[in-house]
């Protein structure tokens, strides 16, 4: 997968050169490149930004560098992403979709956001999806762009030691993880669940099932309402 990020942040980039992203980077399944939004400016100054036509606070990116870093970045099998308070919520389902994808170009807004019409010229020749992480307020995108990297290069085949980590996942099958634990078995007075120390592969999933079903019912009841009824086992927490 190409990805190609521009931001006049560029150094906000620097955690995806660790990790497992850094090492998807260095063996080839992850070609990311990082621009600096500036390189396409052309006065003295490297000007990004301007005051907004209606009024309103703040200041708004100007279309012209925008418009030349998506034509220096751009390839047939670009998709864009825009991170903005104003996009569509970011999901798991869209992590998995951007998965799939040959050429993501993510593009960093800040002030109060990019021109529309770069958005808008640039949905003339490219899939556009303008997303958000959630209902609070960033300074800018570069953060957004991070997260829905990790979201998406962990899908990545290969990047994942482990690909059962990615089938167990309780986000794809609508539900919270249940709690896990590891050594030592008893720490500060609290033992770690009978049940996850029996050996009983058939009682501990029954246990993570219940103990998923409930989590979900207590802390995200949105995504327990819209779970298959037909799927709810009977609450088993003596499993
Ligand atoms: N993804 C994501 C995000 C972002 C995000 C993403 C990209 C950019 C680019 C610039 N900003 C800053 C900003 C902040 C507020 C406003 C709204 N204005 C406020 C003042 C009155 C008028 C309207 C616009 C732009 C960004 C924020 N925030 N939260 C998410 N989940």
């Known amino acids: 997968m190409r990805v190609d990020i521009v931001s006049i942040f560029p150094d906000y980039f620097a955690p995806l050169d660790l990790s497992l992203i850094g090492k998807a980077r260095g063996t080839g399944l992850l070609d990311l490149s990082v621009h600096d939004l500036r390189t396409w400016t052309s006065d003295v ?60 170009i993510f593009a960093c807004g800040r002030y109060e956001g990019i021109d529309q019409r770069v958005l808008d010229e640039a949905a003339a020749r490219m899939p556009v999806r303008e997303v958000s992480l959630g209902d609070y307020v960033l300074f800018g995108g570069e953060v957004a762009v991070i997260v829905i990297m990790e979201a998406v290069t962990r899908l990545l085949p290969g990047v994942l030691g482990n690909a059962d980590s990615l089938t167990e996942e309780s986000h794809a099958a609508g539900l919270l993880e249940a709690p896990v634990y590891t050594k030592p078995a008893s720490w500060r007075d609290r033992a770690v669940p009978e049940v ?9 999933a029954r246990w993570r099932r219940t103990e998923s079903l ?26």
């Open 214 to 239: 409930l989590r979900t019912a207590a802390r995200r009841p949105d995504m327990f309402a819209a779970y298959p009824p037909e799927s709810l086992d009977k609450f088993d927490r003596a499993a």
């Open 45 to 104: 100054h490297r000007t990004v930004d301007d005051t907004p036509y209606g009024g309103g606070p703040g200041m708004v990116m100007r279309p012209e560098p925008w418009a030349a870093a998506l034509d220096a970045v751009a390839s047939p099998a670009a998709q864009l992403i825009v991170p903005s308070p104003a996009g569509r919520p970011f999901t798991q389902a869209d992590a998995h979709e951007l998965a799939e994808l040959p050429h993501l």
């Open 196 to 204: 996850l120390r029996s050996g009983d592969h058939g009682r501990i």
